[in-house]
């Protein structure tokens, strides 16, 4: 995976840039710049994109890079829709004089060697990856809010919680993620004022997790949760947009007497900290634990962590706040995880791109 400084991801980022700000005025969209470099050859949205990407980038042929200096040498290639390719027999001698500017800084980028690969870790590296900690994962404590009474000596406090499997699998693998820092976990009730100003990890919905419905309340995500006790296959996700709603629900299937989830809908979030800026609320959520730990899954299994966590850098390249609504598959019991590059997988996705 590109590091930082890794020439590609620069120029990916360069290239992203020079869409959205290259003219303050215009809004230049992947496919505006996609039909416009295809009246010289056929060019789609996903190429532009795997152009810019900051996970893994692929740079653009030389011919392609050629395109998109031409492209951008001269306001001539915007004034009118669709936008347009100039020949560059057609360039003034400004407009040439910029092309060739764009096109010393971008062909040094792109010719730079790459660095010399490591061997794969995940030590330090994707979305679970933190500057500094500590971090706290929080989870729900089923129950109608009592405190906990029982002092049976075999009783462990882990034992109080939900989600454990999800608990574990994000724990583990935030530990091995950060070796130097803190990961600490909690019930929700047990959570003191400080540990607000922490990195948050929240697991769990809104019915028992109150700290999740905290942070829904605190933070712009437009989604809410919204349950019903008489009959839980009526739950679901709620979006809305522009005064328009959005419901997405689980999936049933009848198996004799039986009401069988087969599908659930999972919904990773992340945002600053409104309680300290300086750190982050994470919220791994699923109208039911399946889709909690789908969404956990989703940026821990080894075969797709690093493809989903691709899609989020390309998909959220500069939001502070992002959210992502999802479909958790749910095969005689086991959740699968969801692989967010997969058609029909994503629900709704904020921002919008």
Aim: hydrophobic content about 40%.
């Amino acid at each position: 995976m590109a590091t930082v400084g890794d020439p590609g991801r620069v120029l990916a980022k360069r290239l992203r840039e020079l869409r959205k700000s290259w003219w303050p005025d215009v809004s230049i969209t992947q496919a505006d710049l996609a039909e416009a470099l295809a009246g010289r050859k056929k060019t789609s949205v996903q190429l532009v994109s795997s152009w810019e990407r900051l996970a893994d980038p692929t740079p653009p042929p030389e011919d392609r890079l050629n395109a998109i200096l031409t492209f951008y040498s001269t306001r001539r290639s915007i004034e009118s829709r669709p936008y347009r390719l100039i020949s560059e027999q057609d360039l003034t001698a400004d407009e040439a004089e910029t092309r060739d500017k764009l096109a010393r800084e971008l062909f040094a980028l792109r010719e730079a060697p790459a660095p010399a690969r490591t061997d794969s870790t995940i030590v330090g590296h994707g979305p679970w990856f933190y500057d500094e900690g500590p971090i706290m994962i929080v989870c729900a404590e089923p129950g109608n809010g009592e405190p906990q009474t029982d002092f049976d000596p075999d009783r462990s406090k882990l034992s109080r919680l939900a989600d454990l499997d999800s608990l574990f699998e994000l724990h583990g693998h935030i530990r091995a993620v950060n070796p130097d820092l803190e990961v600490q976990w909690a019930s929700a009730r047990d959570m003191k004022e400080t540990d607000w100003t922490k990195h948050l990890v929240l697991l769990g919905g809104i019915d028992w997790n109150s700290a999740t419905q905290d942070a829904m309340r605190l933070t712009p995500v437009p989604v809410t949760q919204l349950s019903d006790d008489t009959d839980p296959s009526r739950g679901c996700f709620r979006v809305v947009t522009d005064g328009q709603a959005q419901s997405f629900t689980p999936e049933f299937v009848s198996r004799g007497d039986d009401r069988i989830l087969v599908q659930d809908v999972g919904h990773f979030f992340r945002a600053a900290n409104p309680l300290n800026l300086e750190k982050t609320i994470t919220v791994c959520n699923g109208m039911y634990g399946k889709g909690v730990y789908g969404a956990v899954r989703a940026l821990t299994h080894d075969v797709f962590r690093d493809k989903n966590a691709a899609f989020l850098a390309d998909r959220f390249p500069d939001e502070d706040a992002f959210s992502l609504l999802f479909r958790v598959q749910v095969l005689n019991g086991v959740v699968t995880t969801p692989d967010w590059t997969a058609p029909d997988t994503v629900l709704h996705g904020w921002p919008e791109a």
